[in-house]
């Protein structure tokens, strides 16, 4: 039977880890110069130095400085001096040319609490050279060549709490490398040559609280050794060629509070269930390549109260996406691409008071995008290119009690008031100062469309106002209309139906809208079935509302029209007639001339003229 391939590339890693070791422990043979004297021959001499027992200090040391500390860095020492006081609590070795460590070198100091062997030329550590150091609880040991750590290194080191391995060569960690350090609380390992860790590495840090793996040449979260730290609370993964975080890597740490993940240049997505099963309260994602905040990932990390994906190529935060996140506290996404933050992007979020998003691409920040910005505490906003207008309105109102950090945001535009910055301005402001415009519709397509069954439709509008004003469609007495699937609104604003169905009948609004204002049109789509019921062609003949249509009569329609029209007319004539016929009956003889006598008058002062008369017929 095969092994199974999550050993089979343990060992591979492993033969690698090896190969590197034996070539650097060849190169190392190559280039050391040959010793004239044996390697105990400076410490022979240091231990025959007078010392003054118990209560003396050796030559090379200060014993001074501190109460019970021996000082003994940069003295270019190869060995540990003799005649270290019994009762010395802290040994500062650093900075020195020790090569080695031999077992039970140190074994003569109980009461020693902290030992700093760090920056010398340590390139192996003999099982026990630690004994008798019961007492130490700090043990440095960065800035050295160690290559390959051993089970039985660390024994007899029962209290120790913190160790520092960093700056070393080490490869890899082998099974039972820490196991005697059953107190150990915090473990740093990070500038090393590490490819791998054994699954067992880690077995017996009962306590250990704090570790961090930084620049190393790990390939993969080592998830199995992890997962033998019961109580660790706080994991920091720096600086590695990583690109993904599988889900549930992370699975078995049920008591880590803080995890960090910072400069991981091929890590693009955070996988949904990556962050399984823990329960974070502070979580920092940094320097990352992440394009879009992780919602998925985090969507169960109820008790987050700090978040940081700063220095990511982040360009949005969509509304309410961050609402599960019910006790988010802080946010820190300064350094990012950020050009918009929606309207609402934090509502849900009750106890949301600092907000750190300076050095971005944003031109505003809407009072709207907080569930009560009067909560708000702390606001880094600098180095924005802002537009100050209307929708600024509100970091004058809230700004003399805001935290805006070292830097307060200044405006980018209009030219104005380029370059001032927000705490400048007065309660009082002068004309033209941060005013807008509403949105306006002032050009559109067709407002009454035909498309056959199984076509497309196009619907468009457009217009202007201060700030730009956004395009949204929305079927009358229905929901808003989004970016994907077969009825879509493109980025231009313009709404696509593809594939038309008989559903897809009836009213489409177009609203153009800005924090100003809005304007709305109404729009129509007819659907023409591909074949009606009874076997003919749908005739069209149908209008909306408000919208008038197309309007087509064929013979029989005008002889309807007609019909319609005379027989009322006639009838209307028809009773005049009669009506006039009646009451000529009702008169009798009538009349219809008469005749009368008209004489003219004379002219004035003519008294000798005669009068004419004149008889008249009138009919």
Same mark, same amino acid.
């Given at each position: ?107 003569? &100091?109980?009461? %020693?609490?902290?030992?700093? #062997?760090?920056? /010398?030329? +340590?390139?192996? @550590?003999? *099982? !026990?050279? $630690?004994? =008798? &150091?019961?007492? %130490?609880?700090?043990?440095? #040991?960065?800035? /050295?060549? +160690?290559?390959? @750590?051993? *089970? !039985?290194? $660390?024994? =007899? &080191?029962?209290? %120790?709490?913190?160790?520092? #391995?960093?700056? /070393? ?6 099974? !039972?490398? $820490?196991?005697? &350090?059953?107190? %150990? ?6 500038? /090393? ?6 699954? !067992?590495? $880690? ?417």
């Amino acid at each position: 039977m095969g092994r199974p391939p999550a050993l089979d590339a343990s060992g591979a890693q492993l033969d690698a880890a090896l190969q590197l070791l034996r070539m650097e422990e060849r190169m190392a043979v190559a280039t050391t110069p040959k010793q004239l004297w044996p390697p105990w021959t400076p410490l022979l001499f240091l231990l025959l130095l007078p010392g003054r027992g118990s209560g003396g200090c050796p030559t090379v040391c200060d014993c001074t400085s501190q109460p019970r500390a021996v000082l003994c860095n940069h003295r270019r020492l190869e060995a540990v001096p003799g005649g270290l006081p019994l009762d010395t609590e802290l040994l500062d070795l650093s900075g020195n040319h020790l090569w080695g460590l031999q077992r039970g070198m140190l074994s003569r &100091l109980g009461l %020693l609490q902290e030992l700093d #062997l760090s920056y /010398n030329q +340590l390139s192996a @550590l003999e *099982p !026990g050279a $630690f004994l =008798g &150091l019961q007492n %130490l609880l700090t043990l440095r #040991l960065q800035g /050295n060549r +160690l290559r390959i @750590l051993g *089970p !039985g290194v $660390f024994s =007899g &080191l029962p209290a %120790l709490t913190l160790l520092d #391995l960093r700056l /070393n060569h080490i490869v890899l960690f082998l099974d !039972g490398a $820490f196991g005697e &350090l059953g107190s %150990l609380r915090q473990l740093e390992v990070g500038h /090393n040559h590490l490819v791998f860790v054994a699954p !067992g590495a $880690f077995a017996g840090l009962a306590k250990l609280s704090t570790l961090t793996l930084e620049h190393c040449n790990l390939s993969t979260v080592p998830g199995l050794a992890l997962a033998r730290l019961p109580e660790l609370e706080a994991l920091r993964l720096r600086e590695l060629d990583i690109g993904r975080l599988p889900a549930g890597a992370l699975q078995g740490l049920g008591r880590l509070r803080e995890l960090e993940i910072h400069h991981w240049p091929a890590l693009e997505v955070l996988e949904p269930g990556s962050l399984a099963g823990l329960n974070l309260s502070s979580l920092a994602i940094t320097r990352c390549n992440l394009s879009s905040v992780p919602f998925q990932a985090l969507h169960h990390l109820s008790f987050l109260r700090v978040l940081d994906l700063s220095q990511n190529p982040i360009s949005a935060i969509p509304a309410r996406r961050l609402s599960p996140l019910v006790r988010l506290q802080e946010l820190h996404l300064s350094g990012a691409c950020l050009t918009s933050i929606a309207a609402h992007a934090f509502h849900g979020l009750a106890a949301f008071h600092l907000l750190d998003v300076a050095d971005n691409a944003l031109q505003t920040l809407e009072e709207a995008a907080f569930p009560s910005p009067d909560t708000l505490v702390t606001l880094r906003l600098s180095g924005n290119p802002l537009t100050c207008d209307c929708r600024l309105l509100w970091l004058l109102r809230l700004g003399h009690r805001l935290d805006f950090g070292a830097s307060p945001p200044a405006c980018a535009s209009p030219q104005h008031v380029q370059g001032k910055s927000l705490r400048e301005f007065s309660d009082i402001l002068p004309p033209g100062h941060f005013t807008c415009q509403p949105a306006l519709i002032r050009r559109s397509g067709p407002r009454w469309v035909i498309a056959e069954e199984g076509g497309s439709a196009i619907f468009s509008c457009s217009g202007d106002g201060d700030p730009a004003p956004t395009v949204s469609w929305m079927r009358l007495q229905g929901p808003w209309l989004g970016r994907a699937g077969r009825v879509r609104v493109l980025e231009d604003g313009t709404l696509e139906i593809r594939s038309v169905q008989l559903r897809d009948r009836g009213a489409y609004v177009c609203v153009l809208s800005n924090i100003a204002g809005n304007d709305s049109l109404r729009t129509w789509l007819e659907v023409i079935p591909a074949e009606a019921p009874n076997g003919t062609v749908f005739d069209p003949n149908i209008t909306m509302p408000g919208i008038p249509g197309p309007f087509l009569l064929d013979s029989r329609g005008v002889a309807m029209v007609l019909a319609v029209g005379f027989l009322p007319f006639l009838t209307s004539v028809t009773l005049c007639f009669g009506l006039i016929a009646l009451w000529s009956k009702g008169k009798g003889r009538v009349k219809h001339h008469v005749t009368f006598d008209f004489v003219a008058p004379r002219p004035s002062g003519d008294k000798s003229a005669g009068g004419n008369r004149v008889t008249a017929k009138l009919f």
